[in-house]
């Protein structure tokens, strides 16, 4: 029998010294799930997204962590001072919804943008297969789609006959890139081009692992001051 949720996350925390448990802490956040309605998403729900949060910070790395929740429903999570916490933040916060929406004749949609709500996506998260971040043939850094083989053949089909129309890639609702069907893709495998390797990471983290069960807002973070029984350098 698996143990429990919470003691999965009490312990995530892995020391690689004796020091205090607080002297590898470089920053402190705390952050509060909201359900889609806006309701308490209750306790199962907290204890899910602390285990999935746990999951995308352990992907980047880091050997130093934490990762715990509180009885008001509070996800605390502590990191180690090498954080990058632009980066780290947009791995917590981030829901992690992905849908690929066809864009009707007409309609045109930048990047940021959020989706309007009267398209109805071709598919969903349901659809991705493996997502890792890879290259592209000019050595820049991408993010490498394989869908699954239903997917695949609806995918086909549908750019079979929209080529030259324009298709949205969407994460939470917010469009993250809207490029042209130039001609049809069959195999089930596409490449999102021009984006930062960082993002390609980041993405493939959050996309690999599943969506947050609801908006994480993030209540506070910031650096912790070393205590007075850490060393210093």
């Known amino acids: 029998m698996p143990p429990p ?6 312990t995530a925390c892995v020391a690689l010294n004796p020091l205090p448990t607080n002297c590898w802490i470089g920053f402190h956040g705390e952050y509060q799930l909201v359900a889609t309605d806006g309701s308490d998403p209750g306790a ?6 602390a285990l999935i949060i746990h999951a995308r910070v352990s992907r980047i790395g880091f050997a130093d962590f934490e990762v715990r929740t509180r009885s008001d429903g509070v996800i605390d999570i502590d990191l180690p001072p090498t954080a990058d916490q632009i980066d780290v933040r947009e791995l917590i916060r981030v829901r992690g919804e992905f849908a690929v ?9 930048d990047e940021g943008d959020p989706i309007p709500a009267d398209l109805a996506p071709l598919f969903g998260r349901e659809a991705l297969q493996q997502v890792r971040p890879g290259g592209d043939q000019h050595g820049g850094s991408a993010l ?3 869908l699954t083989p239903g997917a695949a053949g609806t995918f086909a089909d549908y750019t079979g006959r929209s080529v030259g ?5 969407v994460i939470d609702g917010v469009v993250f890139t809207a490029p042209v069907i130039q001609a049809r893709i069959d195999g089930g495998e596409a490449q999102i081009v021009g984006i930062d390797v960082d993002v390609a990471n980041r993405l493939a983290t959050i996309l690999s692992l599943p969506p947050l069960p609801g908006t994480l807002n993030e209540l506070s973070f910031s650096a912790v001051d070393p205590q007075p029984a850490c060393p210093r350098t």
Request: proline share 7%.
């Open 5 to 10: 949720l919470l003691m999965i996350v009490a």
């Open 44 to 49: 199962a729900a907290v204890e899910e997204a």
């Open 144 to 146: 490498d789609i394989e």
């Open 101 to 109: 929406v066809p864009l009707p004749e007409g309609v045109s949609v």
């Open 165 to 169: 129309q324009q298709f949205a890639i």
